[in-house]
């Protein structure tokens, strides 16, 4: 009689672990098991309140299965909701942000444990994730593209460690988790104006960049030019811009929420005008508190234009500032 064959299933996959747990722990021990303790516990119902198992929790690890992507996907938001909510009562030091990958695949049953490609897909996006995050690989948002009230972006294909075949990845944008909290805090204190901010603020980068192609002519270079030979990447045939995490001069690091929302609303509103290549927020999140030269951005992203600014709150007004450089002529537009 033959040998029976592993059992095989279609499963979605997520997969969570702790950014930064190596520095939590060097910091301080018992407070990080503590934390990651109740954490863990906290997932864990969410898991199950979502029709999900744990199937397994070594170190900082987290890995669920579920029936359902759309459930999966569910969970995941509330999973960071839930831990932004909890991470705003402990220090900025010892806030326990988790990054979280959700795949659909095929996977190996033996016992109550799972194994195969569909939990390594799973835990590669979930490393290509931010602190706070949620990414999602091609398969699985194949199937929430039009099933939650999300907003996705896509961030294209990457070819990952052990998996012959590039993965397509998204990154979820529209919950109030660890990373897009700072985002949904500020259009409930904006309302309705918020989405009017992004708009405005696209439409007078457009303008600023018809208007500003003859006016700089006129102009001395106001900063370093950057070199098109020494860029790291071909420069676009149409008009490229990188636009910078606006600076927070409020005072209050807990205002940063209002700056990150509008350069992520600029970033989203600009990247629907098919006429102009506009690199993603993971890209320019990197300079994010750094002091950098237009030239270098320019030359490390492949734009011809940068455009960077400032938030300062006071009250019920908000002041913002921004500029638009052509980094090729060194011109403030």
Known sequence: ??????????????SADVEGYSRLMGDDEEATVRTL?????AIADLVQ????????????NILAEFTSVVDAVNCAVEIQRDLAERNAELPDERKMQFRIGVNLGDVIEEDDRIYGDGINIAARVESL??????????RAYDQVENKLGLEYENLGEHQVKNIERP??????????GAAAHRVVQARKSLGRRWHKIGFIAAVLVVIIVAMGIWQFYLQRPSVEPASVEKMAYPLPDKPSIAVLPFENLSGDPAQEYIGDGITENIITALSKIPE????ARTSTSTYKGKSVKIQQVSEELGVRYVLEGSVQKAGDRIRVTAQLIDAISGHHL
């Open 37 to 41: 303790t109740s954490y863990r516990t």
């Open 129 to 138: 994730c931010e602190a706070g995050s949620i990414c999602i690989s091609g």
């Open 276 to 279: 102009m290549f506009v690199i």
């Open 49 to 60: 309140k979502f029709r999900g198992r744990v199937v397994d929790n070594p170190g900082d």
């Open 1 to 14: 009689m033959a040998q029976e064959g592993f059992k095989r299933k279609l499963a979605a996959i997520l």
């Open 167 to 176: 993965i397509r990845v998204y990154r979820v944008l529209s919950y109030p």
